[in-house]
């Protein structure tokens, strides 16, 4: 019955709908000649290119097309008129798993149209570049014994405003990683007396306020949003923006030279002592707890249920910092492509790669023990397939994956 109501709750948590990009009237459609998507190492692709206004094929279409292994530099391109509004594009193949990416870029009345299409090569053979530190576990269990000694010190502040007569909504915060400093985020309880299952929900990349996810709770879940900055959550927008643009400017880029420094170990802590905080309701079950996040927070939901044993279940939509040292070894690396433009200088690279290793999504995938639910697509771009790979094939609790092949950095409703 456990096992039920966890996978049940992954379920449940899967179907909120994930960001999508809008529609736009000229539509470049790219698609690889396999149904699936899929080649085995040494086959070659066709991609078929049709360029449409109102689904109708345009004629005398400029494109431009480029052919490339996932995120790595263009090997193969040319400049051509569609006369009849489509084409096949030889794409070549791999020898190794991997991806081969098409993107089509088409120019109409003066804009810029893009489609791509991205042919997996036995992904589930895919290895990741990340290795396992010795004292990777030491690492972090210290870290974890040093912030529980750290009085949460919980603060809550009701919000009638977004409050209801099925659910309380409150902004949270609890001291984290060092005294004074605080983690924020919105909790949402039923109203009616009783134990609930909870959901933690950590966030995508960016800095922002949050809103709390009342629909789940007025179902009878206790819901926690976090926020990662260490700041209030319930601010006007425009103080976000000017943190994101100052202060807090490509924070996910901070202090990698310094193993203790790095921007995202006070936010894996933090992660945790979110869920300190859950298992400290009187209105908690007890045992129901799922974590779940898109991108930089599918990384943090992987990261959370890996380094507490109280996680049961975890939902991780295309998750971002797998395989970081990706690009050093001539291979797509995971959000934020650390080492994309290799501009640092060796002492400072050699000092970053190795503590990546400590960061790294993939050794925290190898450490997931309970059931997951994963969902990504091949044409993304953000968190690039390969590195999410990498860490899924490591994986060896429950998994389930639904892959949106033609997905980019997002998800459709089903």
């Not at 699936?36 to 097309?65: A, C, H, M």
């Not at 400072?348 to 450490?367: Q, S």
Request: contains cysteine.
């Amino acid at each position: 019955m456990k096992t039920k109501l966890i996978i049940y709750l992954l379920l449940f948590f899967s179907l909120p709908l994930m960001a999508q990009p809008a529609q736009r009237m000229i539509k470049v459609r790219v698609v690889p000649n396999h149904n699936d998507w899929k080649y085995n190492p040494g086959e070659k692709v066709k991609f078929d290119v049709q360029v449409t206004r109102n689904s109708i094929p345009l004629e005398n279409v400029e494109i431009r097309y480029e052919i490339s292994y996932d995120m790595m530099p263009t090997h193969q391109e040319e400049t051509l008129t569609l006369k009849k509004g489509s084409i096949t594009i030889e794409g070549g193949s791999m020898q190794s798993p991997g991806f081969l990416r098409c993107r089509v870029f088409a120019t109409y009345e003066g804009n810029r149209y893009e489609g791509r299409a991205t042919a997996a090569f036995a992904p589930e053979k895919i290895k990741p570049i990340a290795d396992l530190p010795e004292d990777f576990s030491a690492f972090w269990e210290k870290a974890k014994a040093e912030n529980a000694k750290i009085p949460m010190d919980t603060q809550l502040r009701f919000l009638p405003e977004r409050s209801s007569e099925k659910v309380k909504v409150y902004e949270l915060s609890v001291q984290n990683y060092r005294h004074g400093s605080r983690l924020y985020g919105i909790l949402c309880v039923p109203q009616a007396p009783g134990k609930y299952p909870a959901k933690l929900q950590v966030p995508g990349a960016g800095v922002r306020p949050y809103n709390g996810n009342t629909g789940e709770a007025e179902k009878g879940v206790i819901t926690l949003e976090i926020g990662i900055h260490g700041i209030p959550v319930t601010m006007d927008n425009y103080i976000y923006s000017n943190l994101a643009a100052g202060a807090l400017n490509g924070y996910q880029y901070s202090n990698w030279d310094n193993q203790d420094q790095v921007y995202y170990k006070r936010v894996y802590l933090g992660c945790v002592r979110a869920v300190d905080y859950i298992f400290s309701m009187p209105e908690f079950d007890g045992e129901n707890l799922v974590v779940q996040g898109g991108s930089q927070g599918g990384a943090l939901a992987i990261v959370t249920a890996a380094l507490d044993p109280r996680v049961k279940g975890l939902v991780s939509f295309y998750p971002a910092l797998c395989d970081l040292n990706g690009y050093l070894h001539q291979r797509a690396g995971g959000w934020p492509h650390l080492f994309k433009d290799k501009k640092d200088s060796p002492e400072v690279l050699k000092k970053k790669t190795e503590n990546t290793r400590y960061y790294d999504v993939v050794n925290f995938a190898r450490m997931v023990r309970v059931p997951g639910f994963y969902s990504f697509g091949y044409n993304d771009m953000v968190c690039p397939p390969t590195s999410m790979y990498a860490a899924y094939n490591v994986i060896t609790a429950p998994k389930t994956l639904l892959l949106m092949e033609e997905a980019e950095h997002f998800g459709y409703p089903e």
